[in-house]
């Protein structure tokens, strides 16, 4: 396991969501937030622990956040997407080449065989945070295309 990275990838992946549901908590009575986690909460991909456990932590804060905030009308839920065709590959310092081989090889082995388009979690947080949800609190929405799934 890396270790090198745990403070910068916590302070991303984490503290900024739990900060910013702090705030948004205490001046927003009758709010939907939705934060976005992955599947990688779900999965056990080797190198990627501290990924992992970071975004399970903000499936964790989504449950606990919604039993705390919930009497004053403030829902909290999460969306676990899988892959998402956003170009973030050519942008991590890996090779053009490189970086091809890992879409080719998440292609390859994800249920749907094709990433996810940004439109398709836009919908899905829409959905999350609209009054299509209103009954919906803590609930994690896996889209992920089968990914941890099946």
Do not use: C, W
């Amino acid at each position: 396991m890396v270790e090198e990275d745990f403070d910068r990838v916590a302070d991303i992946n984490f503290k900024g969501a739990f900060f910013t549901l702090q705030r948004v908590a205490a001046a927003n009575d009758g709010a939907s937030v939705v934060l976005i986690t992955s599947v990688g909460n779900q999965l056990g991909l080797p190198g990627m622990a501290v990924y992992s456990a970071t975004k399970a932590a903000l499936r964790s804060l989504a449950r606990t956040g919604s039993a705390e905030l919930l009497a004053r009308g403030i829902r909290v839920n999460v969306l676990s997407p899988g892959p998402i065709d956003t170009g973030m590959l050519g942008r991590v310092g890996l090779s053009e080449a490189d970086a091809e081989g890992m879409r080719n090889y998440i292609r390859k082995s994800h249920p749907m065989g094709r990433f996810a388009e940004p439109q398709e979690m836009a919908k899905a947080v829409a959905f999350l945070a609209s009054s299509d949800s209103s009954f919906v609190a803590g609930a994690e929405l896996s889209a992920g295309g089968g990914m941890g799934d099946l």
